[in-house]
């Protein structure tokens, strides 16, 4: 039993470190996440408050006993069992109050929610494109330690000179510097992930980005993304929440109300009796409905900011998105390397000496970094404005 413990145990933490897939990273996170735990601890706690803030208490018992003088014992005494409820519906709402303070606290958790799947899709996102800088340096520092054994032998036969050789050397130490810088940022970059992981290790090793549906009519998906906003999903809940408690704060007028039994006892004699009495919390309440008032236009006014932030976030994305775009269009990655092929082609040939090859593959493989880094912010724009699908 042990061992197959140990086994299952094993199991578990290669399914954490190789999970290489983003919508499986995703689903890890939500299960193993640690504040969308607590929050959804936290939310049962503040239902089951009201609830039991809306329990009848349980009866109360007063004795009181009386000792005279010339009289052996209790000369009189008295019992007190009392029962203190208040007005039946206010029960009613606050039962109303309790599914409320449910929903809002779900749309809470489904803000949290998003907002943790989102950072954690666009941690993914950064290690994706980590991966293919790591996977071009590779490339390029493979190729560069070719050139080197070739300039190093050219230089035994005095077919090149010393300052082509260390010319080569310097870029085999300036690619070998990019990609240590690489692979620590990534470290990294993981190391922050497994943190939304409930600090369970996690990897992704997927060298391509993922791909989002294409917006062909920004109006339509503006109204689409505004109606699932969680954001505003939850500014609602919490104006639901709200006009409850201004019509809960106007009941609380309402009496509360006594009831209970009463016996007299006079040295043999006694008296049995119904107790009944009612109070109204008038000078109480008057305040506390003008500050549930107050409330309630406080959470329309978040409403509104609610939906102007978030239509502001999506014109703003999908502008920003346009424009890297039409950027990425220009860009003609297959041209690039073919070019790299040929400059390499005639160095080989001596067609070209090492300095110029340098200059213009430096420059061709700046270019093809600028394409990553502009491919993973646009990818990531796209994630943002689809986060409601998440």
Not at 236 to 258: C, F, G, R, T
């Amino acid at each position: 039993m042990k061992r197959f413990l140990i086994a299952v145990s094993i199991l578990l933490s290669a399914t954490n470190l190789f999970a290489n897939d983003i919508s499986d990273v995703l689903k890890q996170i939500e299960r193993n996440n640690l504040a969308l735990k607590a929050l959804s601890h936290s939310n049962e706690a503040d239902v089951l408050d009201i609830k039991a803030e809306n329990t009848i208490n349980g009866p109360s018992l007063e004795y009181s006993p009386f000792w005279g003088g010339g009289y052996s014992g209790i000369a009189e005494s008295e019992l007190i069992v009392k029962e203190d409820i208040e007005f039946p519906t206010k029960y009613a709402a606050r039962n109303k109050q309790a599914k409320l303070q449910k929903e809002e606290g779900d749309q809470q958790y489904e803000k949290l929610r998003r907002e943790v799947l989102l950072e954690a899709e666009l941690l993914c996102l950064d290690i994706i494109k980590v991966n293919q800088l790591i996977m071009l340096l590779d490339q390029r520092l493979t190729g560069s330690r070719t050139l080197r054994e070739m300039y190093e032998k050219r230089m035994e036969a005095g077919d090149a000179n010393i300052l082509e050789v260390n010319k080569v050397k310097l870029d085999c130490l300036d690619v070998q510097t990019q990609l240590s810088e690489a692979q620590n940022e990534r470290s990294v970059l993981l190391q922050q992930l497994q943190q939304l992981n409930g600090s369970l290790p996690i990897d992704i090793t997927d060298t391509k980005m993922p791909e989002f549906p294409v917006i062909t009519d920004f109006e339509s998906f503006k109204a689409l993304a505004l109606s699932t906003d969680a954001d505003i999903q939850m500014a609602e809940a919490s104006l639901k929440s709200a006009e409850m408690d201004v019509n809960i704060q106007k009941k609380e007028w309402l009496p509360n109300i006594s009831l209970g039994y009463r016996r007299n006892t006079d040295k043999k004699d006694y008296v049995n009796g119904v107790l009944m009495g009612v109070s109204f919390p008038i000078l109480s309440n008057g305040k506390k409905v003008k500050a549930a008032r107050q409330r309630q236009e406080s959470a329309i006014l978040q409403v509104e900011q609610a939906r102007q932030d978030a239509e502001t976030a999506l014109k703003t994305r999908y502008q920003q998105l346009i424009g890297l775009q039409n950027v990425l269009d220009h860009s003609d990655i297959e041209m690039m390397k073919e070019m790299l092929d040929l400059y390499s082609k005639a160095l080989q040939h001596g067609e070209i000496d090492a300095i110029t090859y340098y200059g213009e593959v430096h420059s061709i493989y700046e270019k093809l970094q600028r394409h990553i880094d502009v491919h993973c912010q646009s990818t990531k724009l796209q994630a943002e404005l689809h986060k409601n699908e998440l």
